[in-house]
């Protein structure tokens, strides 16, 4: 498929078939992800699978608990990414602190569309969470001290009703963009 392609049939999936991933695929999306760049080549990334019954059901209840129940379509994901950031890289966090910008989050954030893009090319569907509940994951994780999770993704194929003809999703996601016009200047100041 050819990368326009791709970003146009791209789209967030939140149900899934009940059809557990080939582990090939998955290992596909990750090695996408390794490749990504990142500031300082500091890869402050780590991607924790879980596509079993044993821990991935505690996860995704713990991930929609409380106030983030809206996302409980988590638990019906046959994959989940957690994301983890490791904030201590040295080089980037110094950039990070004179540019006050936070270095590792957009290095996350192409790392994890690497991932979605490699899926949708594969014919799996995802969807990336970032309203869950943190705090729950990393107790159930046992995470140390410096690791965040910035977000989840959730992978499986797409159900039935996520299932539109290409043609269908190319325009939708179109139509739901802002145009060029909206967000782009070419030699303007501002
Ligand atoms: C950083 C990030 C966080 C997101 N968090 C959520 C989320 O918590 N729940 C959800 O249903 N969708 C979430 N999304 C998906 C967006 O709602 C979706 O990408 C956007 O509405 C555009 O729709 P599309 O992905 O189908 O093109 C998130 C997307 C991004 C990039």
Request: include cysteine.
């Amino acid at each position: 498929m050819k990368f326009d392609e791709l970003v146009q049939i791209r789209h967030s999936c939140r149900k899934f078939q009940d059809k557990p991933v080939e582990r090939e695929k998955i290992i596909r999306c990750l090695e996408s992800a390794r490749l990504a760049p990142s500031a300082c080549n500091s890869q402050p990334w780590k991607f924790l699978i879980f596509d079993d019954q044993v821990k991935r059901p505690d996860i995704a209840i713990a991930a929609s608990s409380g106030i983030y129940s809206a996302s409980r379509f988590i638990q019906t994901a046959p994959v989940l990414i957690t994301v983890l950031a490791d904030k201590k890289g040295f080089l980037s966090t110094a950039g990070s602190f004179l540019r006050n910008t936070r270095f590792y989050l957009i290095d996350i954030g192409i790392a994890c569309e690497h991932i979605v893009l490699q899926a949708a090319e594969l014919g799996l569907g995802t969807c990336y969470v970032g309203w869950f509940n943190e705090k729950a994951v990393i107790k159930v994780l046992d995470l140390k001290k410096n690791i965040e999770i910035p977000l989840i993704i959730v992978m499986g194929y797409p159900a039935a009703s996520y299932m539109e003809t290409d043609a269908v999703r190319k325009y939708a996601v179109s139509n739901r963009r802002k145009s060029i016009e909206e967000i782009t200047e070419f030699n303007k100041n501002k």
